[in-house]
Nanobody, 124 residues
């Protein structure tokens, strides 16, 4: 079984930066791909970014490309999301997700494990 624990959320002004972390425990083979989704009130959960161990690169939603950077520390089995130039529309609960599949998918159905979520609020 895999457990994902997020940290680092909070309140920030527009234009500011935040970094969230997600530490995974359990079988490392089950976390070949780790990523982030977010869900704003009244909206569906949407893909933000993900990092695949096999490709060793990040994939991003168009809405965050150029502002967010995903990285991974394999020794710690932890994935980070550095968020710069935050906008009010980035306000949401951010969920960490993990999959044993060696490729990134933007579909939430492609992930087997989920964290409890961390709130990020961007004020204007």
């Amino acid at each position: 079984q895999v457990q994902l624990v997020e940290s680092g959320g909070g309140l920030v002004q527009a234009g500011g930066s935040l970094r969230v972390s997600c530490a995974a425990s359990g079988r490392s083979a089950s976390t070949s791909t780790m990523g982030w989704f977010r869900q704003a009130p009244g909206k569906e959960r949407e893909f933000v970014a993900a990092y695949s161990w096999s490709s060793r690169s990040g994939v991003y939603a168009d809405s965050v490309k150029g502002r967010f950077t995903i990285s991974r520390d394999n020794a710690k089995n932890t994935v980070y999301l550095q968020m710069n130039n935050l906008k009010p529309e980035d306000t949401a609960i951010y969920y960490c997700a993990a999959s044993g599949r060696p490729f990134v998918t933007a579909s939430s159905n492609g992930y087997d494990y989920w964290g409890q979520g961390t709130q990020i609020t961007v004020s204007s």
